[in-house]
């Protein structure tokens, strides 16, 4: 037997913001947007097997908590791209500063945080 994750939700301050820099950055689109749980916003951005959720709740969202150190909490999302390099450089056009690139068996790959503290790894694989 096999699974395949279909989606993530993560909790954003402007899911329209989020999904327009995912857009230019993966290259994915928006699937589905509208009302959500108690009176937030949600947009649905990815392709066509998977796809994130950005939910914004009615109410101000508070700070993240550190990754890595916390029961339950999200450390990094990872992203498989055919063009590690030219991914990088929409990366930058969008504002966020790739970190942490290493070079290993099967492939490459690099870190960047969002402007909401999200942490993303991008892979290419040979």
């Given at each position: 037997?096999?699974?395949?994750?279909?989606?993530?939700?993560?909790?954003?301050?402007?899911?329209?913001?989020?999904?327009?820099?995912?857009?230019?950055?993966?290259?994915?689109?928006?699937?589905?947007?509208?009302?959500?749980?108690?009176?937030?916003?949600?947009?649905?951005?990815?392709?066509?097997?998977?796809?994130?959720?950005?939910?914004s709740p009615a109410n101000e969202l508070g700070e993240p908590q550190t990754r890595?150190?916390?029961?339950?909490?999200?450390?990094?999302?990872?992203?498989?791209?055919?063009?590690?390099?030219?991914?990088?450089?929409?990366?930058?056009?969008?504002?966020?500063?790739?970190?942490?690139?290493?070079?290993?068996?099967?492939?490459?790959?690099?870190?960047?945080?969002?402007?909401?503290?999200?942490?993303?790894?991008?892979?290419?694989?040979?």
């Amino acid at each position: 037997m096999s699974a395949i994750l279909e989606h993530a939700n993560l909790a954003v301050a402007d899911p329209n913001q989020t999904a327009a820099w995912m857009e230019h950055v993966f290259g994915w689109h928006i699937r589905w947007q509208g009302p959500a749980l108690n009176g937030g916003y949600t947009v649905h951005v990815g392709g066509k097997d998977s796809y994130l959720a950005l939910y914004s709740p009615a109410n101000e969202l508070g700070e993240p908590q550190t990754r890595y150190a916390h029961k339950g909490a999200l450390n990094h999302l990872a992203v498989v791209v055919e063009d590690l390099d030219a991914t990088e450089t929409a990366v930058r056009d969008q504002g966020f500063e790739p970190i942490n690139h290493a070079d290993y068996a099967p492939g490459r790959r690099f870190y960047f945080l969002d402007d909401q503290g999200v942490e993303y790894e991008v892979v290419q694989y040979d």
